[in-house]
T-cell receptor, first 116, second 111 residues
Framework: NAGVTQTPKFRVLKTGQSMTLLCAQD?????MYWYRQDPGMGLRLIHY???????AKGEVPDGYNVSRLKKQNFLLGLESAAPSQTSVYFC???????????????FGPGTRLTVL | GQQLNQSPQSMFIQEGEDVSMNCTSS?????WLWYKQDPGEGPVLLIA?????ELTSNGRLTAQFGITRKDSFLNISASIPSDVGIYFC???????????FGTGTSLTVIP
């Protein structure tokens, strides 16, 4: 998974509980992303970060918060989990294949979250 | 968000057959990426395309960046059982390094 790790791998929450998902990279990349994947809907961008201390909203940011206090780590928080947030969450980093100026996204192994 | 239409949604083919799938967008893209995802795993990058008309191969896989910059296709030749999985296209409009993903093509290869 291109040096991208995610913890935890699985989690079950009750409605209203909070939790934080951790994405860590060991390759010093600036850009990091959080996606959710639901059946039949592909991957949708929740939030992303273009560098330490910066975050931005993606396509489906509501109900989530993020932080990038350290360049290596990108945290995704759910303050009050809802059943609609049951999904598989993927972290990605923007790397390069070696061609200067070209970016590609590499994904972590995913976190499967169920909200009851 | 951007609309990316990926087709077909699913395919069932015999081992040894060739496969073709495509993606079309409502906007012009600067980059097209093709991924494969196995069950329980994250997507793995197969091919990246950066120029209109570009044709790139990776083993038995070939992908092309459409001339209009609004489409791309992926071909798999002589399919084998390990090609089974879900294939995703993704495009980048070069506005903030955001990629938009297709809904995936599920491929089943019958031995």
């Amino acid at each position: 998974n291109a040096g991208v790790t995610q913890t935890p791998k699985f989690r079950v929450l009750k409605t209203g509980q909070s939790m934080t998902l951790l994405c860590a990279q060991d390759m010093n990349h600036e850009y990091m992303y959080w996606y959710r994947q639901d059946p039949g809907m592909g991957l949708r961008l929740i939030h992303y970060s273009v560098g330490e201390g910066t975050t931005a909203k993606g396509e489906v940011p509501d109900g989530y918060n993020v932080s990038r206090l350290k360049k290596q780590n990108f945290l995704l928080g759910l303050e009050s989990a809802a059943p609609s947030q049951t999904s598989v969450y993927f972290c990605a980093i923007d790397g390069t294949s070696g061609r200067a100026g070209y970016n590609e996204q590499f994904f972590g192994p995913g976190t499967r979250l169920t909200v009851l | 968000g951007q609309q990316l239409n990926q087709s077909p949604q699913s395919m069932f083919i015999q081992e040894g057959e060739d496969v073709s799938m495509n993606c079309t967008s409502s906007s012009i893209f600067n980059t097209w990426l093709w991924y494969k995802q196995d069950p329980g795993e994250g997507p793995v990058l197969l091919i990246a395309l950066y120029k209109a008309g570009e044709l790139t191969s990776n083993g038995r896989l070939t992908a092309q960046f459409g001339i209009t910059r609004k489409d791309s296709f992926l071909n798999i030749s002589a399919s084998i059982p390990s090609d089974v999985g879900i294939y995703f296209c993704a495009g980048d409009t070069n506005t903030g390094n955001q990629f938009y993903f297709g809904t995936g093509t599920s491929l089943t290869v019958i031995p």
